[in-house]
């Protein structure tokens, strides 16, 4: 029997998921489906009672509500409180989080750096904290945010991770001179921000790594004008190991070579819309 899984999140319409899986699934040979459901906030329950669901992508704005509603986790979901991908497991839930993963191959684009700046406050931050920690312990953290309340939480979870972190206004100077940025904040965000960065003639020897990919070139690695790294990689590297665990709770287990499934599922979003 085709096992079914499917990305829940809102806006839904444009995600790309379905066409990562799909690949995932012809070039493995799983006998599987995958299709998108829009679900707004507070909404995820009434998806989970769906007994035809084997598993669940999970995107923005239900990250923290799948947290709450699993009934176990992973430690990369436990340690954040992030769940992106749920399994289910005879009548429970088990909540993982794959951004981790994914974080931490793209990650592996960029040679030691010494100082990290974050964007962002939220879900996704976490993520990119935790593979920071694994991945560059040594670095420098600094966070830019706007929310308040946001950058308080956020701090004390990098602070639990051993990492050493200050808050940074939203400015260019804040951003000038890191060896690697990230912004984990959606397309649109702190337009004004990059707008001023865009505008200046610093040369930015570092890394720029945005999770926005929709529209790419983002208005962020247009004004960074210096390396960069597509949320694109993330959204694949990412469902690489939620494919890994879909095929594992099914029964479908098969060998996989991440290169392969890699380039299988990056050729299939080019040649559905042209980002690469």
């Known amino acids: 029997m085709t096992s079914k899984f499917c990305v829940v999140g809102s806006p839904i319409k444009h995600s790309l998921s379905p066409v990562i899986h799909k690949a995932a ?20 329950g009434a998806v989970m009672e769906d007994l035809a669901f084997s598993g669940l992508s999970v995107t923005m704005p239900l990250k923290y509500e799948a947290f709450e509603l699993s009934d176990s986790y992973s430690p990369e979901a436990e340690k954040t409180g992030v769940v992106n991908t749920m399994i289910r497991s005879l009548n429970d839930w088990v909540g993982h989080n794959t951004d981790v993963f994914g974080f931490e191959k793209c990650f592996n684009q960029v040679s030691d750096p010494q100082r990290i700046v974050i964007v962002g406050s939220g879900a996704t931050a976490r993520s990119a904290a935790l593979a920071i920690s694994r991945v560059f312990p040594a670095a420098k953290l600094s966070v830019v945010g706007r929310t308040a309340s946001s950058l308080v939480d956020f701090t004390g979870f990098v602070n639990g991770l051993g990492i050493s972190s200050e808050v940074l206004e939203p400015e260019v100077s804040s951003l000038v001179g890191a060896d690697l940025v990230v912004s984990t904040v959606p397309a649109g965000a702190f337009t004004e921000l990059w707008e001023q960065l865009g505008a200046t003639t610093s040369a930015n020897g570092g890394f720029l790594f945005d999770v926005a990919y929709d529209p790419w070139p983002s208005m962020a690695s247009q004004a960074w004008a210096g390396k960069t790294i597509s949320g694109l990689e993330l959204l694949v590297w990412q469902a690489i190991e939620q494919v890994k665990l879909f095929a594992d709770s099914t029964g479908q287990s098969v060998p996989i070579v991440d290169q392969e499934l890699y380039e299988s599922m990056i050729g299939a979003v080019a040649d559905q819309s042209g980002l690469k």
């Open 25 to 44: 699934y012809a070039h493995l040979g799983l006998d599987s489906s995958y299709e998108r459901m829009e679900v707004p906030l507070g909404g995820l």
